[in-house]
Structure formats: C-alpha cells, structure tokens
C-alpha cells in the first residue's frame, strides 16, 4: 500500500492533445513544421485536431475527477503563450490559467511541464539548442508561465525527456526538427539545455514562494534476471549509470543526472569527450545544480542481464513472441520500475515521482461499443505491484499513468495508443477503456 499522501496522476503533452494548432495567436513550433514534410509522420497525420483539447479542456477536468486522480501533469505549449517577437500571447496563457482553475475546482493539483519538444520555429532558427543565448529565452519564458500562474500552480517541471530531444531530434532526427548534430554539437546543445533547467529552475524559485521542482528524463533499467544475484545487481547498477553503455550516448542517464544532482558531469565524460568538449565553468554546474524537491522519472521498460562465466555483463536477447506494447520499443520489463528507481534514489538521494508510465496497445472498440484492453491492464498491475515493493525501501512519492487519452505519438503519428481513454479522432468521441475502471481499483483502493 502507498502512504495517504501518495501523488495518483496522469500525463498528457500540449502537441499530443490540444489541437488547434493556429488558434489564439499560437505561433509555428518545430512539431507544426516537422508533420509538413511527406514522411515524416507514419501515417502522414499532424497535431491540428488530435483530442481537441483545447476546445474541450472543461471535458477532459470531468474525466479527470472520474478517474479520481489527485494531479494532472501536463504540459504548457511554449508557441501558445510567447509570439514570434518573444512577447507574451495573453489569450495563449489564458487557456492555461483557465484549466488550472477548472483542475483546483475539481481538487486536482495540476503539475506543468514547462518543455515537452515544442520549441518555436522561429527560436529553433536562431539555432535551437546550439544558441547560447536560448537559455536566457527559456528563463523569459519561464517567468511569463510562472507569474501568470501565479496562485494557481507551485509544482514545475522544467524539461522532459533530455535524452528524446538530443537522441531522436538530432542523432538518428526521427523527431523535430530534424537536425542532425555532430558530437561535438551534441555535447554543446545538452549543455545548454542543462543551463536552461538551471536558469527555469532560478526564476521559478524567485516567482513562486514554497514551489516544487523537478525534471524529467527518461531511462531503460539494466534489471539484474536473478534478483537474489548482488554481483549483478551491483554491476547493473554500475552500467545504468555509465557516461556510454548499451543505449549509447547521448541517450545515457549520468550526461544529464549528474550535473543535476551531484553539481558535475560524470568523470568518464571528460575523459571520452575531452577533444570536443564544450566550455563548462564552474558557474554554469553551479547554475545547473540547484537543489531539486524531487527526482522526477519517465520509466516504460528496460533490458535484463545476466553474467556470463567470467562475471561479465550480458544483456539477455528478448525472444521471439516476448510479450511488447505495440511499438517497437515498449517491451514489458516490471522489474524497471524497481531497480529503476532503486538505482536512481542510491545515486541522488531524492525522494522519486514515477512522471511517465505506460503502455502502447492496439485498442479498437468492440462489438459492444466497449474497448477492452487486458494487456494494459496487465502491464499496469505488474510494474504498479514493482513499484510498491520499492516503496519499502526508497522514498516513492508519486506515480503518473502516461497518457489519459490516445493522442498524438510524434513520429508514430495517431496509430499508437497510451490512453485510458480511447479517442475516435474522427469526431474526438471518448471512451473509457477497461483499464480506465482498473487504474482507479488499483489506486484507490
């Protein structure tokens, strides 16, 4: 059982739900650009409609307070609430304000996410993540989200996903924009996005008294397949936080962890990238090493391992038929929401929030107009159960389900479904799904 005041929530992102995408003054972002370029987008689809959430925001509250959820994470589109000439869009904001209102009526906390991939066109431009000067960009806009919400919200994360926007944006560009970095770009553009958490994180700090802060990577656990193994697991552990392991850089945890919590980068990244380095001073790690409330974690899966007869590491192969969400990435490893979060509190010492979780299915609604959807339920039950029995050992203060509607999936377009809640893009009709009903047993009880 989780303590009482145990944080149940969803997560949505801006571009994945809002829809309209020209209303109210919002301005181009990367995502509007990028779903204009013939194949791009699995099945050519875009962010203009998706959930129509932006129109049907009071809606999406009453299927909140159904579910019974204690918070909602979501994010702010950038593009909404700044113009092209970096001034505030007072309507853009206003959709935001409002929705924080309908939320605290309903005594759901909201949670904002301040970047979730939706930087402006005409910011990324200037050069993205490469410009210096976007820092002071994102501190602009920081403040502007912050003091408008202002009464209204005091729990911020700054950036999602770090290893997304560099690995999927700028190595293998299967997301926005699309630009292909070199490594020595690669190690400049994560350092500035670091400053930028470090800068959001200073404003926030100014603006809204008693605010919690937090940011949000991602990571696949090395999960030990013997669990009473501990050479295993101490040699998992070390990998997990290897400046390159299996997934490679810059998709590693320590690049963006350390500097975060522990004020440096890894030891082995100046040794690995010392010919390219980018120019890092003691201000800046200071900058980007602000106390933190929590250690917010995206967790979806991950890989087991076994030693081989020198004691080595082997990561075990997934066999054919091993039971995976429907995309290609997502297979189901429980065991990550334990030893991810083990591994995460051992290392930085903060209390955790599970930020994103969930599983991708092939929902279709059935001959009963019901969806049905037992393999997510399953998925839910099985890393939930993890997660419990981490949370005898380690601080575990929180847990969001990604995502309470199907929305739209970046590159993957609207065939991948996250939701609880089953939307026909058609006509936006939603439809609570099987494990829309389970979710709130499994918290609630």
Not at 63 to 90: C, D, H, M, P
Not at 162 to 171: A, E, F, V
Not at 378 to 390: A, C, F, K
């Amino acid at each position: 059982m989780f303590s009482k005041d145990f944080i149940f929530g969803v997560a949505t992102a801006s571009y994945q739900i809002e829809g309209s995408i020209d209303k109210d003054g919002k301005c181009e972002s990367i995502w509007d650009s990028f779903t204009k370029v013939k194949g791009n987008i699995l099945d050519g689809s875009d962010g203009s409609k998706v959930c129509d959430s932006y129109l049907k925001y009071k809606d999406d509250v009453k299927i909140l307070k159904e579910l019974g959820v204690n918070s909602y994470r979501f994010s702010i589109a950038w593009t909404r609430v700044i113009n092209e000439k970096n001034e505030l869009n007072q309507k853009g904001l206003d959709y935001y304000i409002n929705l924080c209102k309908e939320l605290l009526k309903n005594n759901i906390k909201p949670l904002v996410t301040l970047y979730h991939w939706d930087m402006p066109k005409w910011l990324d431009d200037l050069g993205g993540f490469l410009n210096d000067d976007i820092c002071d960009y994102f501190a602009h806009y920081t403040d502007i989200v912050t003091k408008g919400l202002l009464g209204l919200v005091d729990n911020y994360i700054t950036i999602n996903e770090p290893q997304c926007i560099m690995q999927l944006g700028h190595r293998v560009c299967a997301h926005a924009p699309g630009i292909k970095y070199t490594d020595k770009e690669m190690l400049k553009a994560i350092h500035n996005l670091l400053k930028c958490h470090g800068k959001a994180v200073s404003v926030i700090r100014r603006n809204v008294p008693n605010s919690k802060i937090g940011f949000a990577p991602c990571a696949r656990p090395m999960c030990p397949s013997d669990r009473e193994d501990e050479l295993l697991e101490k040699k998992c552990y070390e990998k997990f936080f290897e400046c390159k392991n299996d997934y490679e850089f810059p998709n590693t945890v320590s690049i963006y962890s350390d500097p975060v919590f522990l004020g440096d980068y890894p030891k082995s990244y100046y040794e690995e990238f010392k010919d390219i380095l980018p120019n890092i001073t003691k201000e800046d790690l200071k900058l980007i090493s602000q106390p933190l409330d929590y250690i917010y974690q995206n967790f979806y899966t991950g890989n087991y391992y076994s030693l081989d007869k020198d004691n080595n590491l082997v990561k075990d192969e997934f066999y054919f038929g091993y039971p995976e969400g429907n995309i290609d990435w997502l297979q189901v490893v429980p065991e990550a929401l334990y030893y991810g979060p083990k591994y995460l509190y051992e290392r930085y010492k903060k209390p955790i929030i599970i930020s994103e979780n969930g599983f991708c299915n092939n929902d279709v609604v059935s001959i009963d107009g019901k969806v049905h959807d037992p393999e997510r339920t399953d998925y839910i039950r099985r890393y939930v159960s993890e997660l419990e029995m981490v949370s005898k050992l380690i601080p575990i203060k929180g847990y969001y389900y990604w995502s309470l509607f199907d929305n739209f999936e970046w590159n993957s377009g609207l065939k991948k479904r996250f939701g609880l809640v089953y939307v026909d893009y058609r006509d936006g009709k939603r439809i609570k799904k099987d494990s829309f009903e389970e979710i709130k047993k499994i918290f609630l009880k």
